[in-house]
């Protein structure tokens, strides 16, 4: 009797992610990087098989698909120099760099996943600095400079593919790529987040415009969600509404500040939550994308955390749907998640 194939997926990294470094202490440090590469040895030792894929740098072309172009020649002004474009955000000399590489390296990521070769993985992971879901169109903002997801979505779309899903699970609302694909309903974009929180942005009733009209998706969350929360989050709203999308390829804007070790928000999930929603979105991938989805690494910052989370992730890609996870939900989580499913009615009749 022949053992079962190891779980593979595909890793992208570059030791100029660690070069976007503060000169005084920011919470978006290169240590983050290494409690994400610690989770990929956790799971390597495991029995998991990790496929190195080498990024590159995204081309002006490939960001202009999402940036405005007055803000990439910024960008391009600021580079080699420490700036900051808002209290938040800030340059060291190799943070354009560490950026560009970024963008690449979610667009690399997207070819492997779309690469016809039968063997090939189609999960993948990219340990992406400096994080990018709340960059918009023409503004860095909240540690982003470039949006990653967003850059890897329209290189999808480029390419061919009709129906791209983006799935944010990071605690702060991704601002950025809703802006970014506000009025396009070849994207799917879900947000999953702390209200009220920074930005500001994310409330039920932003829906996109336009043709895009009903292609975004937001579920704010007051704070002290449980995993348990999350996860009915994800049964009655999220998934019904990516089932009715039925996506070609899912993108994750894996955040892990939502822990409840974190120190910057005010949620009490554990990694348990996203080893679930993994699984959740794995099996939607498994219907309709042929397999194909991708973390993207966002925020989290909390590093043993950050460590747990992202193992847990990457078993839920490859694991069994999970069961029920225990923990309260309280009568307003349970009318914020109703409230976000009647809104995913109204566009998916689910």
Do not use: K
């Amino acid at each position: 009797m022949t053992s079962p194939a190891p779980a593979r997926f595909h890793l992208v990294d570059d030791p100029l992610f660690l070069q976007h470094r503060s000169r005084g202490y920011h919470p978006e440090r290169p240590e983050r990087l290494a409690a994400a590469r610690r989770a990929v040895d956790r799971v390597v030792a495991e029995g998991m098989v990790a496929l190195p894929l080498p990024p590159r740098d995204a081309t002006l072309a490939e960001l202009a698909r999402v940036h405005d172009p007055l803000y990439l020649a910024e960008l391009a002004r600021l580079e080699g120099h420490h700036a900051a474009l808002d209290a938040d955000t800030y340059l060291a000399p190799a943070s354009v760099p560490a950026a560009r590489r970024a963008a690449g390296g979610a667009i690399a990521l997207v070819d492997a996943l779309l690469d016809p070769e039968p063997t090939a993985a189609r999960a993948g992971v990219a340990l992406l600095r400096p994080p990018g879901h709340h960059a918009t169109r023409d503004r860095g903002m909240g540690f982003c400079l470039l949006n990653n997801v967003a850059v890897g979505a329209a290189h999808a779309l480029e390419r061919g593919l009709s129906r791209v899903a983006i799935v944010d699970w990071d605690v702060h609302h991704g601002n950025g790529t809703q802006d970014i694909f506000w009025t396009d309903p070849r994207v799917l974009y879900v947000s999953l987040h702390q209200a009220p929180f920074y930005p500001g942005t994310g409330a039920h009733d932003e829906i996109g415009a336009g043709p895009g009209e009903g292609f975004t998706l937001n579920v704010p969350l007051s704070e002290g969600a449980t995993s348990a929360v999350f996860q009915r989050a994800f049964d009655r709203a999220i998934v019904p509404a990516l089932r009715a999308f039925a996506p070609e390829l899912v993108l994750v804007s894996a955040g892990f500040d939502a822990h409840a070790r974190d120190p910057l928000a005010a949620m009490l999930v554990d990694e348990s939550a996203y080893g679930a929603m993994a699984a959740s979105l794995a099996a939607v991938a498994a219907e309709s994308a042929a397999g194909r989805i991708a973390l993207i690494l966002e925020g989290g910052y909390d590093l043993g955390a950050i460590e747990l989370s992202l193992a847990a992730s990457l078993r839920g890609l490859f694991g069994p749907a999970s069961e029920p996870l225990p923990g309260e939900i309280h009568p307003a989580h349970q009318a914020e998640i109703e409230a976000a499913r009647a809104v995913a009615a109204r566009s998916f009749q689910i």
